[in-house]
């Protein structure tokens, strides 16, 4: 009889200790049940060796995606048109490549969104984005009449957000993209050089483009393209129908571990982030020390009217099918959720 009711009395203690345990939430002993019971989910993402890529290359060296249980593949590819082809295919859940073909396929019915932001233009003493001329010219270009700036070639993509930004430079000018002549050097070092030796009288360049250019000489900053169009959200995280039709925690569990990055990349050139940086661009750790980096919201959101105004000038320019509201554009629902909002 003793020994049945010590038997009793220890699996009681047992228990009790264990509910205790559980309701005070000790992360040594309890993880989320998805952590210990379920295979990871695997998950293609869209990345360039770029700078604004920065909180997915942070999330996966620290191992914030593998604390959500997420298996994250990084996945290349040579033109930007095939991101997208694969996003609506399903073979990819989340894209960062924001194009007039997305725009496309959402004013077609397709089931794709912006989610959050991977950098936004801001006015600072540092940026990261803009218009260079030679150095011997910038004085002359800075105070040239509209008459003049006819006369000059810009080095832009018609197809790209930088062709955006001329388009509203221009216009405080009284001017149009149709007013000047444009040109596509595809590759910012060839743009930089055609800088330099006059083919180019302006040309776009972005960060670390900007600090070689000025180093070299071959350029030097005339207007950023924060002072242009302060705000505009210029990279963004875009997921496809394989995320946006889910019925589980997915899409927000990616955004936590994504917001987990980014307040890590917030806080600057640390020498963890340079490592990381350094390892997934390439890009020499002196030289990460020395270049402006993009801001990127903590709160990873965006104001969708900027992404609006510029589906409109797209719209415009032939380029897109139909101008889209903000709404149709920007999905906040698990960034709200990954915030706890």
């Known amino acids: 009889m003793a020994d049945r009711f010590s038997c009793f009395f220890h699996n009681f203690c047992l228990h009790t200790f264990t509910i205790l345990l559980s309701a005070l939430c000790i992360p040594a002993l309890f993880t989320p049940a998805f952590a210990g019971n379920a295979s990871p989910t695997h998950l293609r993402v869209t990345v360039l060796p770029y700078f604004s890529f920065a909180p997915f290359y942070i999330a996966e060296a620290e191992g914030y995606f593998a ?20 996003l609506l295919r399903g073979d990819l859940e989340v894209d960062t490549i924001f194009t007039a073909g997305l725009l496309n396929a959402i004013a077609r019915g397709e089931n794709i969104r912006v989610v959050a932001a991977r950098g936004t233009l801001t006015r600072n003493e540092c ?35 930088d062709s955006y930004y001329l388009h509203l430079w221009l216009l405080k000018h009284g001017l149009s993209l149709d007013d000047v002549k444009t040109e596509l050097v595809p590759v910012p070092p060839a743009r930089a050089e055609a800088l330099r030796q006059g083919a180019l009288d302006v040309a776009f360049l972005s960060e670390p483009w900007i600090t070689r250019a000025r180093e070299s000489g071959a350029g030097e900053l005339l207007l950023p393209a924060a002072d242009i169009c302060p ?12 995320m946006l039709s889910r019925g589980d925690d997915v899409p927000v569990r990616f955004l936590r ?54 589906s409109a000038w797209a719209a415009k320019q032939g380029l897109a099918d139909r101008p889209l509201s903000a709404g149709e554009i920007w999905d906040p629902r698990f960034l709200d959720e990954a915030a706890g909002q």
């Open 67 to 86: 604390d959500e249980n997420l298996d994250v593949e990084f996945v290349r590819f040579q033109r930007n048109a095939d991101s997208l082809t694969s």
């Open 127 to 161: 940026p990261v984005d803009g218009f260079l001329v030679r150095p011997d010219r910038k004085a002359e270009i800075a105070a040239m009449p509209a008459e003049d700036l006819r006369k000059l070639t810009f080095g832009v993509d018609r197809t790209w957000q």
């Open 231 to 242: 705000g505009y959200p210029f990279s963004v995280v875009i997921f496809g129908s394989a």
């Open 257 to 310: 571990a994504y917001l987990r990055a980014v307040g890590r990349y917030g806080e600057g050139k640390t020498e963890r982030n340079i490592e990381i940086l350094s390892a997934a661009t390439k890009l020499e750790p002196e030289l990460l020390r020395r270049i402006c980096w993009p801001v990127i919201p903590n709160d990873g959101r965006i104001d969708p009217q900027g992404l609006a105004d510029y």
